[in-house]
């Protein structure tokens, strides 16, 4: 069973930068970031997959980036512009892989695996 741990959370005024981490105690073929505002549905962020690409949501794209340490079994997300929009409780996903990481990378439905989340605050 895959364990994953976020940290990197905080609160920033817009226009600031943040850089979330995501531990897992192993890497997964597919894994990524969601992330839940306040009276919203749980949506996709950006996901990976076992070929190393990359999914972004539209709304963060040019301005998140997603990498991983193999050796550190660890999943950054690194914001920068952030919005008063991108608030929300972010959390880490995983699964082993499969042809839906390839097909729905932005769906919950696609990770079996979660973190506990770390809480984002952008300020404007």
């Known amino acids: 069973q895959v364990q994953l741990a976020e940290s990197g959370g905080g609160s920033v005024q817009a226009g600031g930068s943040l850089r979330l981490a995501c531990v897992a105690n192993?890497?997964?073929?597919?894994m990524g970031w969601f992330r839940r505002a306040p009276g919203k549905e749980r949506e996709g962020v950006a996901t990976?997959?076992?070929?190393?690409?990359?999914t972004y949501a539209d709304s963060v794209k040019g301005r998140f980036t997603l990498s991983k340490d193999d050796a550190k079994n660890t999943l950054y997300l690194e914001m920068n512009s952030l919005k008063p929009e991108d608030t929300a409780m972010y959390y880490c996903a995983a699964d082993y892989g499969g042809s839906r990481c390839f097909l729905d990378p932005l769906s919950q439905g696609t990770f079996a695996y979660w973190g506990q989340g770390t809480q984002v605050t952008v300020s404007s």
């Open positions: 192993e890497l997964s073929a597919c």
């Open positions: 990976i997959d076992s070929d190393d690409s990359a």
